[in-house]
């Protein structure tokens, strides 16, 4: 795994952290301001300079953790060293909640794209949290079950869709693919977009030329934008090219 940049040191912090930056996330949708300021309270905030690790993949729990500003990655290395993003996360995502549920190890590595601040909470005090609000326990196990769903499909695409189906679901920002991926896919390099997919650039690169030959996408400078959504929603549905486009 390449080496990155130390995190600033700037040690974790109870400094206030306003409840809305809270109401906003699935897991905290819904709770009454009084809850919302416990949270808050458990809280601590961790400052990262781009480049910087935030956590490495089995190393133990380090909780949930929910952007306050800047871009995260979510990422895999397999044993020949190729790395997958799983996701680039803005404000206000969280990440790491399988770990921070269970307290095992982290599931993943995740390090800062820009300057990022992280809000922390650690595994037991979530539980404490949980047994103590109902609500936050139900919008948790609500949460777990949609993210397991969107993992399931995810599997399930990379398994028996294309390359140029599953490109078609990425631009249509559809949520197995761009739920959490904040950057919209006509601003990711195609190195991004492969590791998104699970593919390579090259793969990526023909994928695209077919796209735009089919006249479902168009380039623009460096940018890659939409031409025809109808015919990218049925490619992304039914893993065909739509024929009347492919004909013209």
Known sequence: MPDHPKPVHTPPTHQP????????VPYFSGLPDCTLKRIAAA???HCYQAGAVIFNEDDDCAGL???ADGLVRIYRVNAEGRLH????????STFNEVAAVDGGPNPFNAVAVTNAEVLV???VTLLNLMAAEPDLLNNTVQTLARLNREYIERLEDMTFRTIPSRLAKLFLHETTYADQIAETPSQLTQEEIAAI??????????ALRSLMNAGLLRRKGRHVYIVDRVGLEYLAE???MPEPLVER
């Open 238 to 240: 039914t893993n065909m």
């Open 43 to 45: 809280a601590h905030r």
């Open 65 to 67: 953790h929910m952007i």
């Open 197 to 206: 997919l699970g593919t390579t650039r090259e793969v990526v690169g023909r």
């Open 121 to 123: 909470i650690r595994h």
């Open 85 to 92: 993003t799983l996701s680039l996360l803005r404000s206000p």
């Open 17 to 24: 952290i306003h409840p809305l930056e809270w109401a906003n």
